[in-house]
């Protein structure tokens, strides 16, 4: 089998202008980057409003593991298979991040024969749209910053600043700075920091913005200072918000692509998953939704972060619900969970997948708890054999009643994925509810949904939140935040918040580090653990094999 990125580039990619016009978006709408990229304008998306909705399908996922799962390339598959069954359908996709292309991703836009393309475009700057997000990010910090050099008006109080700095790339050594040093001339020196663009809070306002009113409004709700006494300083205070969206302007419009079998896809906005909400932008699911039967689209990493934030976030916010969800797994990921190591995952070994199917199981009965109908999509790899993908099916059907269907879109491309495109269909338009059960209500306190996330979906016994954080929550309410949903921020490894104890672990602690108010994005991130808001790279970085090749072609990006 050829590398993904050998595969996307013996593709014969079809014009932007004729994938638009299959789900009927005119020439005009279009603003075209190259040949095979277009954003489409803000215009036409409010054309659409008055259009009926088609159908959300919700991909996600058993927790992460090295051994792979394949989201993005399952949520691309089941967009062609869809399309290849005669359902119109849009795909709904998260922008890469520089960061984990570098890093340990490599690319990130599905592998084998089921990739969005141009891959190498989407996986570096495509349109440019998170370095205007950095953009915007890093000109709030600098009107912060020149607010106090300029006699500090509102008398924000430095050691209260909340607003750190972003850069879209996974650098350890910024992620605590002193900032302003060398003089009177340069400001007043104080401690700051930097994280990933993807973790800033404009990429969640961006992300959660319905327009460009509702992009600067939620801009200007952003706490990103106090005063002495106390008092919120919003950036609609500074008077930040006009200029950012200016800035922010083109980028909220979706970006157009195709995949390998010409199938439309909208890649737009990328928040983590386990330091954000994980899902692409609401302005492109909408607008998939509007301009197809059915729209695919992804929450990041696994359901119990992805999927949860996607439900009690992204639809408590928009009114969205899903008519199916679909949970990727694969028999190599399982055995990992079930205790053997990588190198060991090409032999067959059923036991360990029984005892590695915990982590599945605990999944699907989160996502039944939403109250959404549930197909499992076993991923096919090479190395599986068919006795542990019919032990696999037989533990799915007989322990949990749900359908697992192999899939082999990775190599077969739509047609690999036809059979789990005709169960998601019977599931979608088998009544699935209006309103999904949101795991806690909104007039709980902060601390009793973070309580019930984590006994609920992660088997905790019980939360310990330090007092730093405690602090931080009962001022949240007593500011009037009380009702924002959470926004757990974990390692994407594990139930639990270490990273190591895989599986299904019950009974552990989770332990609340801190916490931060996005009033913009309207949620509060509660970091758990050692989880990092700016990444490091590993020992060898993806980068180390990112390279132009004689002919000036790039080679590496997976």
Not at 312 to 341: F, N, W, Y
Not at 379 to 387: G, I
Not at 444 to 459: E, F, N, P, S
Not at 499 to 516: E, F, T
């Amino acid at each position: 089998m050829p590398t993904d990125i050998e595969i996307a580039r013996a593709a014969t990619l079809q014009p932007i202008s004729a994938i638009a016009d299959r789900i009927g978006i005119p020439d005009a709408a279009l603003h075209p980057y190259g040949r095979h990229i277009a954003k489409i304008d803000h215009a036409h998306i409010a054309s659409l409003e008055a259009k009926p909705e088609g159908k959300l399908v919700l991909v996600t996922a058993i927790s992460p593991t090295p051994a792979g799962e394949g989201k993005t390339t399952t949520t691309v598959g089941l967009g062609d298979a869809l399309n290849r069954i005669g359902k119109k359908t849009v795909i709904c996709l998260r922008e890469p991040s520089l960061g984990p292309c570098f890093g340990m991703k490599g690319g990130a836009a599905g592998g084998g024969k089921a990739q969005v393309v141009p891959m190498e475009a989407i996986n570096l700057h495509f349109t440019g749209d998170f370095h205007a997000i950095t953009s915007a990010h890093s000109l709030a910090a600098a009107l912060i910053d020149n607010h106090i050099y300029w006699g500090n008006e509102r008398g924000i109080d430095l050691r209260r600043i909340a607003w750190r700095r972003v850069v879209d790339m996974n650098d350890r050594a910024l992620r605590s700075i002193t900032q302003s040093l060398g003089g009177v001339a340069n400001g007043y020196p104080r401690e700051d920091g930097f994280d990933i663009t993807v973790a800033s809070e404009v990429m969640a306002v961006f992300c959660l913005a319905r327009d460009l009113a509702d992009l600067e409004a939620r801009l200007g709700r952003i706490v990103v200072a106090e005063t002495r006494d106390r008092k919120a300083v919003t950036l609609a205070d500074l008077k930040a918000t006009g200029a950012m969206t200016v800035l922010l302007k083109d980028a909220l419009q979706p970006n157009l692509v195709q995949t390998l079998e010409g199938s439309p896809a909208l890649i737009h906005g990328g928040p983590f998953a386990n330091i954000a909400h994980g899902c692409n932008s609401v302005i492109a699911t909408r607008t998939g939704l509007r301009l197809g039967d059915y729209a695919v689209t992804e929450a990041g990493f696994g359901a119990d972060l992805g999927a949860e934030k996607f439900i009690d976030i992204k639809c408590r916010q928009t009114g969205l619900s899903p008519s199916a969800v679909v949970i990727v797994a694969t028999v190599r990921a399982l055995k990992m969970h079930g205790g053997v190591e990588k190198k060991a995952l090409g032999s067959e070994n059923v036991a360990a997948l029984e005892k590695g199917f915990a982590n599945l199981a605990r999944h699907v009965e989160n996502v039944r708890r939403f109250g959404l109908p549930v197909v499992v999509a076993v991923n096919h790899f090479h190395a599986d054999t068919e006795a542990e993908h019919a032990a696999l099916k037989a533990l799915c059907r007989d322990k949990l009643d749900v359908e697992a269907i192999t899939c082999r879109h990775w190599a077969e491309g739509g047609a690999g994925a036809e059979d789990l495109a005709r169960a998601v269909v019977a599931l979608a338009e088998g009544g699935a509810p209006k309103t999904p059960n949101f795991v806690y209500p909104e007039d709980a306190k902060l601390t009793d949904k973070i309580r019930t996330i984590a006994q609920t979906l992660y088997g905790a016994a019980d939360i310990q939140v330090e007092s730093k954080a405690a602090a931080k929550l009962a001022q949240f309410e007593k500011d009037g935040y009380g009702k924002l949903p959470v926004c757990m921020a974990k390692t994407q490894y594990s139930f639990s918040t270490d990273p190591g104890l895989i599986g299904a672990p019950s009974g552990h602690v989770v332990a609340v580090r801190d916490v931060r108010l996005s009033a913009g994005a309207g949620f509060v991130v509660v970091i758990c653990g050692e989880i990092m808001t700016m990444p490091g790279l590993p020992k060898v970085p993806a980068a180390e094999g990112i390279y132009l090749d004689a002919d000036g072609q790039i080679e590496g990006l997976f």
